[in-house]
């Protein structure tokens, strides 16, 4: 019984990604070291670009970035539905992403690449699969801001 | 460190062989070069093999197995695609340290007819928490596909820019019986070819494959000794960067930044520059990877690579031009069994130094200096410099 309790307890979505954080509404976070380098791995152990030793402080991610580059993938692993747009984002504070690209068509992004390019983009999340002990993961993606 | 030598090659044409073992096919490579090399398994002092998909499977004790177990010492390399360059290095290692006078270094691959999409690198138990096709892809081709990317969008170069690449690749390849592949392509073939990551069509992306290269290396006074007044190459860089931190690295793998560094030492260690370079074997495993590549090893300047690729009038990469790239065929058409290909290309690159019979289609006219350039995701990166 007691087990059952713990399962109805926390039965929760969960993050995809331990950077993915679902409250108090859904963000992504980074560890910043001093020097300015921004890690997407909350339990980061040092700063590869200066050496420096963590633990860092946790910063909240903008929800808004920019698209760097991206690319349309059409040949994935079964069960990976494709055409789809995966995209590089650099956010503000000076990480970047890697993020299905939403609400864009993959023939026109093809077609005109360059309207693709520093195209300014927001965080939206959606439940991507359920896991073995029941519950939702949630998936990051990005799409055109709306404003 | 002391001079080290190309004193013997071998290789077998890359293909499929469904019917034999890793170790049967790096143990081909290896008396091909013993022999070439005037040389029996005797003979050599320290063994390194060079393999990724087997490499818990002690690959390199079970290639002595088959040719001659002499219990030297062994040593097994993996570093992703650079694997086989890496066991040339250790190879060279090994002699300019003067620690040993002949070695052999064997890369073997056998990857049957698994895709080169990568590995998946996310180590969670639970396939639900697979992030590939959720977060994006973090496979090989998102990766190149995006190095094409980027180089559109800096120089507004295009998709046709690129499937001329893969033409000119597949055109040498049909004068290398080495090859996987020897069929010519129109440009009108590679464009419409299916496409399996924006910009890389099918014809843009190397195939997968088995194949196995070896190399015997050799110091100085050895060279004196055994090479009977032959000419051999000498290899006058051997270096092998990482990837430093860059801005998005950790993100989207940087192929370019370790590539610019590893070419400069090169070109500083062996006392030449691009411009002295007759042939390059670079690492062109999509053909986005060979553009961006042209700029990082400066055999064109910077935003330069789509007019390096059109340009003609002796200046293009194609056999003939002043600075032809890939004339095996490349990654493309050539094949790129993993750990193999950077052996194969020590082995092309001193084929056109020593105008070996296995180049005659293709031999690159008065060529006096060799560079051969490989790239492993995750990453690493070898450029050897050959001279005459
Ligand atoms: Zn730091």
Same mark, same amino acid.
């Given at each position: ?17 331990p950077y ?9 976070i980074g560890s ?7 890690y997407l791995d909350p339990k980061r ?13 946790t *910063? #909240? &991610?903008? +929800?808004?970035?920019? $698209? ?12 990976? @539905? ?6 590089? *984002? #650099? &956010?503000? +504070?000076?990480?970047? $992403? ?12 093809? @077609? ?14 959606? $439940? ?20 | ?388």
């Amino acid at each position: 019984m007691a087990q059952e309790a713990q399962i109805v307890t926390d039965s929760g979505p969960r993050p995809i990604v331990p950077y993915l954080k679902l409250e108090p509404k859904p963000h992504l976070i980074g560890s910043k070291c001093a020097c300015g380098a921004v890690y997407l791995d909350p339990k980061r152990v040092a700063c590869s670009k200066c050496g420096a030793s963590g633990p860092f402080p946790t *910063v #909240d &991610l903008s +929800e808004r970035g920019k $698209v760097y580059v991206f690319s349309v993938i059409h040949q994935s692993f079964p069960g990976i @539905k494709t055409p789809y747009v995966t995209a590089i *984002v #650099d &956010l503000p +504070e000076g990480v970047s $992403v890697r993020t299905n690209l939403l609400d864009v068509d993959p023939e026109q992004a093809q @077609k005109e690449p360059h309207k693709i390019f520093g195209m300014p983009v927001e965080m939206v999340t959606q $439940v991507a699969s359920k896991d073995r002990e029941g519950h939702d993961v949630i998936a990051f993606s990005f799409r055109p801001t709306r404003n | 460190m002391r001079n080290v030598y190309v004193l013997g090659t071998g290789m077998i044409k890359f293909g499929r062989y469904p019917d034999r073992t890793v170790p049967q096919l790096g143990a081909e490579a290896a008396i091909i070069a013993l022999k070439d090399a005037g040389l029996s398994i005797k003979d050599i002092e320290f063994f390194v093999s060079g393999n990724l998909l087997q490499a818990s499977a002690m690959v390199g004790q079970r290639i002595l197995q088959q040719i001659g177990q002499t219990g030297i010492p062994v040593v097994n390399v993996t570093n992703a695609c650079a694997t086989g360059s890496t066991a040339v290095r250790e190879a060279y290692m090994a002699i300019g340290s003067g620690m040993y006078d002949i070695a052999l270094a064997v890369g073997c691959e056998q990857m049957g007819k698994a895709g080169l999409l990568g590995a998946n690198r996310d180590g969670v138990t639970d396939p639900a928490y697979n992030t590939e096709g959720k977060l994006g892809s973090g496979l090989m081709p998102a990766v190149f596909g995006q190095a094409g990317i980027e180089h559109m969008r800096k120089y507004g170069t295009t998709l046709e820019h690129m499937a001329k690449i893969s033409v000119k690749s597949h055109q040498h390849a049909t004068k290398n019986p080495f090859s996987q592949y020897r069929n010519e392509v129109t440009l009108g073939d590679v464009m419409q070819s299916r496409m399996i990551a924006y910009p890389n069509t099918l014809y843009m992306c190397c195939p997968t494959g088995d194949g196995a290269a070896a190399a015997v290396l050799v110091s100085e006074d050895k060279l004196r000794q055994l090479a009977a007044g032959r000419k051999r190459p000498k290899i006058a860089a051997s270096v092998l960067t990482s990837d430093p931190w860059t801005e998005r690295d950790l993100t989207w793998p940087d192929v370019s930044t370790l590539t610019r560094s590893a070419a400069k030492q090169a070109y500083e260690t062996a006392g030449i520059g691009p411009k002295d370079v007759s042939l390059t074997e670079l690492h062109d495993c999509f053909a986005t990877a060979e553009l961006v590549h042209y700029e990082n090893l400066q055999l064109c300047g910077d935003g330069e690579a789509a007019k390096f690729i059109e340009e003609g009038g002796g200046k293009h990469p194609d056999l003939g031009g002043h600075a032809p790239v890939n004339v095996s065929g490349g990654l493309l058409s050539k094949g790129h069994p993993l750990g193999a290909t950077g052996v194969a290309n020590i082995c092309e690159v001193t084929w056109h130094l020593t105008r070996d019979d296995r180049a005659k289609e293709r031999q690159v006219p008065d060529a006096k200096v060799g560079m051969a350039h490989v790239i492993g995701l995750g990453s690493a990166c070898t450029i050897h410099i050959l001279t005459m």
